[in-house]
């Protein structure tokens, strides 16, 4: 009897209510999407038709609203997470520009329209100009999914929204306060002081926290996860503290921890799963339960002022959006994506007219208006951003590919379970974004009568890399190889593989003098012309806060000089770590050039260093969060010193707390270097040196 009752409109059983949600957020997207409509209009329009004002069939009740307000948390929060820092930084001043022409046109033509044409007060005039001039990221999931996140014109757009909603809100404030007779100077100076002391908190505190939980918890995923919603809502609490709107505080939560989140990270595919297949989709409905059609075709007044806020509202967003395009040297389709992105009007606006609602100053005709501007703003946005979107996207994947991002097959030998995360992650993040290449994790068992028993718990132990990876939406392929010994079972696997890349990890040992890491790696680097990295990682790889690279002479002569640039600027742009390079002044030189032509956009600096065993001086400049690594060389190269030989003890010795990676670039075959490159049936790990002196 109480089920039936339950049943009643609207529905109030909560088992049921996240039930209908949940098929609504299933079944809307693929029924519109055949449709050709964007999945997010899909969202809200559902939200109107289930909805108060619709069918009556839920309610906007407490449970609604606060997964809405999760959900518009999360997408600004996003937008933070994965702007690209370098170029946020790089192009600051144009997204400053952006967005104050973003705010300031909207407001100016709106307040002179609604004060001079029909007859409003000026306080009223601004509220209802205020409300077309800030801008939610709606479609960033549009963005996101079609790989576009990076592309300059939405970096600037990002940076701009920050502006202009942060000057609507200020703006608000103001009224709010003269309205109630509180703009003293003491109201200033609480304001002012408010906003620098919340920056602070959630720029400088939040990190250094992030950073020393990341540590403690390094193998607790989860716990990971819920930390960095507790630094989101903490952010937005503390925003509102300081008499701005959470967003703000979401927004620059995603700014604070993006140098620790890379891209590639489980802990990011975590985020991006939960946020846009349930908090987001949440926040779009309950918007579209906010609409109520019959008022806006029965309210004279509300018709006039949704009509007059529908027309301004993109008009003066489009006018911004072309004057930046031709301030900055955008093409159409980034003016285009500009203006898809900064025309969805929903998590200020709401704050706006609810908070002039609140104190008197609007009344419900203005409030159905900005109700009508969000959904269709919210339509307009989708649109637009979805079709330019597209076609961008396919224009990207037509261009032709620079001859030095081929592909990166990425070969990870594994001895110690205790490195495979640590290994896998580093790789991933090494890799190439732009091609779907495996990487491949490599047990290799000797051939003896225990081989079928070892390759067994080998392959088993490997799953273990593959369960890590899948968190990351990363393709891994096992490989198994049973040999004479280890170091022909690797080599065989680079042949048959075609592998670009072998990332090795430390065995902390050093044996003799010729000997630096053992038999593996000496045969790895006179049989191949492969790049080899030897990884230390002792830290959690996203805490680096910078990577010092120490330069020989002529590293920059060598065949593999681009390809170990590409692979450091890769890793400094998914980590958000600076790069440091010490060297020659010459070999600096072109190193600065060839930084700033390639991509990835990376931050670096450039040191002069007389010799590479200055290494031993540097130890109290290397901080226990800084990456160290060393570009060696193999024995016969131009770049290739003796005093190389004596880096790895240094760093075995005297950085026993730091997180190291030695790379041997790639070279020529061996025959070139003056040694006889040995077939694989012919190497002997434990002797081979002896035998070719």
């Known amino acids: 009897m109480k089920l039936l009752m339950s049943l009643t409109l609207p529905f109030e059983e909560p ?171 003491l109201f200033w100076v ?10 602070a908190i959630v720029l400088w505190v939040f990190p250094k926290i992030a950073k020393w939980v990341f540590k403690q918890l390094e193998s607790e995923k989860g716990a990971q996860y819920i930390f960095v919603l507790t630094i989101v809502f903490a952010a937005a609490f503390l925003s509102e503290l300081a008499g701005m709107e959470a967003i703000i505080g979401a927004f620059l939560a995603g700014l604070a921890l993006n140098p620790l989140i890379p891209h590639t990270s489980p802990l990011m595919n975590r985020i991006e799963f939960v946020g846009n297949n349930i908090f ?3 926040f779009l409905i309950s918007t579209g339960m906010l ?42 389709m980034q003016r ?21 609602y609140d104190i008197g100053l609007l009344g419900e005709s203005a409030l159905n208006g900005a109700v009508a501007l969000i959904l269709v703003s919210s339509v307009v946005s989708s649109f637009t951003t979805e079709k330019v979107g597209r076609r961008m996207a396919i224009v990207e994947s037509r261009r032709k590919p620079d001859i030095s991002n081929k592909p990166d097959r990425i070969l990870v030998p594994i001895a110690n379970p205790k490195t495979i995360e640590n290994l896998v992650d580093l790789s991933i993040m090494l890799k190439n974004p732009d091609y779907d290449e495996p990487i491949y994790p490599l047990a290799v068992v000797i051939d003896n009568e225990h081989a079928e028993e070892e390759i067994y718990k080998k392959n088993k132990m490997l799953q273990e890399a593959i369960k890590h990876a899948s968190a990351t939406d990363s393709d891994v392929q096992l490989v198994s190889k049973i040999d004479v010994n280890v170091p022909s079972g690797i080599l065989r ?44 990682i002792i830290q959690p790889i996203n805490t680096t806060e910078r990577i010092v690279v120490l330069v020989p002479m002529n590293a920059d002569l060598e065949r593999g000089y681009f390809r170990w640039v590409k692979t450091l600027s890769l890793l400094s ?56 690594v060393t570009i060696s060389a193999r024995e016969g190269s131009v770049s290739h010193s003796k005093e190389l030989d004596y880096i790895p003890r240094i760093l075995s010795r005297g950085y026993k707390d730091n997180s190291f990676i030695i790379i041997y670039p790639e070279q020529f075959p061996s025959m070139y270097r003056g040694n006889s490159y040995k077939p694989f049936g012919d190497i002997d790990g434990s002797n081979q040196r002896q035998e070719q002196r």
């Open 291 to 332: 609409v109520d059609l019959t008022v806006l075709f029965t309210d004279t007044s509300a018709m006039l002022i949704a009509g007059t806020i529908v027309i301004l509202a993109p008009a003066t967003k489009y006018v911004a959006a072309f004057i930046s395009q031709k301030l900055f040297g955008f093409n159409v």
């Open 15 to 185: 088992v049921l209510i996240f039930t209908l949600v949940l098929l609504i957020i299933l079944i809307a997207p693929i029924v519109l999407g055949k449709m050709k409509i964007p999945g997010i209009v899909g969202m809200i329009l559902a939200g109107v038709i289930i909805g108060p004002n619709g069918l009556n069939i839920l309610s906007r009740d407490a449970s609604i609203v606060l997964f809405g307000t999760v959900g518009l948390l999360y997408i600004m929060f996003l937008a933070g997470l994965e702007i690209d820092m370098i170029d946020f930084k790089k192009y600051k001043t144009r997204s400053l520009i952006f967005g104050l022409m973003t705010f300031i046109i909207p407001i100016t033509v709106g307040t002179a329209v609604f004060y001079y044409l029909e007859g409003n007060a000026i306080k009223p005039s601004i509220l209802l100009a205020s409300m077309f001039a800030p801008h939610t990221l709606l479609a960033y999931p549009i963005i996101s999914r079609l790989g576009l996140s990076k592309n300059e014109a939405v970096t600037v757009t990002i940076g701009g929204t920050l502006i202009t909603d942060t000057a609507v809100l200020f703006v608000l404030a103001i009224i709010i306060n003269s309205t109630q007779g509180n703009t003293d100077i």
């Open 493 to 536: 696997a680079i042949k048959e593989l075609m592998i670009t890349e072998v990332v090795l990890g430390w065995n902390g040992k050093i044996t003799t003098r010729d000997r630096i890491f053992g038999t593996v790696l000496d045969s790895l680097l006179e049989n191949t012309e492969q790049m080899i990295l030897v990884c230390k």
């Open 190 to 199: 609480k304001m002012i002081a408010g906003m620098a002391i919340f920056v």
């Open 336 to 356: 285009y994506l500009m203006f898809g992105l900064s025309s969805a009007h929903a998590a200020a606006t709401l704050a706006v007219i609810l908070a002039g």
């Open 573 to 628: 742009q998914q980590l958000g770590a600076k790069l440091v390079f010490k060297g020659r002044k010459r070999v600096l030189n072109h190193l600065r050039q060839t930084v700033k032509k390639s991509k990835p956009a990376v931050e670096a600096e450039y040191e002069p260093i007389t010799k590479l065993s200055d290494l031993e001086n540097l130890r109290s400049e290397i901080q226990e969060d800084d990456l160290l």
């Open 280 to 282: 987001i989709p949440f």
